[in-house]
């Protein structure tokens, strides 16, 4: 039996519909883009899929339905107009996530920081990381990651890019300075696990195939930043800068955290939806 790719494309996005996907129709694109290898498929919708790529297709259609994560199925994502790749054991870069990144480049402007030397805490797929050093190339970059399976990911997304930064396995929640470099940095960025004990009960289908060493942030999400906050200070340089992304609502916690560890100029920034998503703090005393 032949299939033309509309014949196709309908039955996938019925199947998605189906299952309550409500981005099936963007879901099917990606998949066609992909399996197809050109940017739009649908224009020559009277094509006849050729067998194998159907069953591909098919498939990937068929654990999407699933909740199984489109990234993951696709296996590379893009942040900030930069590729990624992703699969289980990475979380997936969010597009909420390039506030944190704006934040800094525009710190950087602002204070003429032409060489800063940065460094992200909990660097996971390395998207912060890697798309400052694209951003800032004479910027120094450092990134820390606990996990062996995300470090992986972060390795093989500094190459992709071609970002030279330091990348280092380390608890960034526990103290020691091996690996740190001894005159500190200039900017310390960090989106760590935020979710809560009850977020966690109530993760959305394709969350939850996320690694929850990613997710977690201990019974009020906040964990990361009490413990990050009180052990990096000591390696800011003077007037050096703290960033943190943080979840729906716990704004006001971190900054209480900011305040109770010395920091000043804290500004708080709102994603597009509007939800404060990220704030910035200065550390100006010595520490
Ligand atoms: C919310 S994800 C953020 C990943 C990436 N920075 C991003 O924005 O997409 C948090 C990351 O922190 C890592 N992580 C969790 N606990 C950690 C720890 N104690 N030390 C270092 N990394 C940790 C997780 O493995 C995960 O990659």
């Known amino acids: 039996m032949t299939m033309t790719r509309r014949e196709l494309y309908v039955l996938c996005r019925e199947k998605l519909e189906r ?4 981005t099936a129709d963007f879901d099917v694109m990606c998949i066609f883009q992909d399996m197809l290898n ?10 006849e899929v050729p067998e194998d790529i159907r069953g591909k297709i098919t498939d ?3 654990r999407r339905s699933q909740g199984y994560p ?7 994502w893009e942040f900030f107009g930069y590729p990624f790749n992703v699969g289980e054991g990475v979380l997936i870069p969010r597009p909420e996530t390039e506030l944190l990144v704006e934040n800094i480049i525009e710190i950087c402007r602002r204070e003429k920081l032409t060489s800063p030397r940065i460094v ?12 400052l050093k694209k951003e800032l190339p004479s910027a120094e970059v450092w990134a ?3 996990s062996p399976q995300a470090l992986s990911y972060l390795k093989g997304n500094a190459s992709l890019n071609d970002a030279d930064i330091n990348i280092k396995e380390r608890d960034v929640m526990l103290g020691g300075n091996e690996d740190i470099p001894e005159d500190g940095f200039d900017i310390i960025v960090s989106n760590p696990p935020y979710l809560t004990s009850e977020e966690m009960s109530q993760l959305q289908t394709e969350v939850s195939h996320e690694p929850e060493l990613a997710l977690y942030g ?4 906040l964990d990361a930043y009490r413990a990050i906050t009180d052990i990096w200070k000591h390696h800011l340089r003077k007037n050096g800068w703290l960033c943190y992304e943080y979840g729906d609502g716990q704004h006001d916690y971190v ?3 900011l305040i109770d560890n010395d920091f000043r100029n804290i500004t708080l920034s709102r994603d597009l939806a509007g939800i404060y998503r990220a704030v910035s703090a200065q550390r100006t005393e010595e520490v």
């Open 38 to 47: 050109e940017k739009n498929p649908m224009f020559q919708p009277l094509e």
């Open 255 to 257: 900054k209480d955290i």
């Open 218 to 221: 201990g019974e009020d999400g």
């Open 70 to 76: 489109l990234q993951y199925l696709l296996g590379r």
């Open 120 to 131: 992200d805490l909990c660097s996971g797929s390395g998207c912060i990381a890697v798309t």
């Open 60 to 62: 990937l259609t068929e």
């Open 19 to 22: 299952a309550g996907i409500d």
């Open 144 to 146: 820390y990651e606990i």
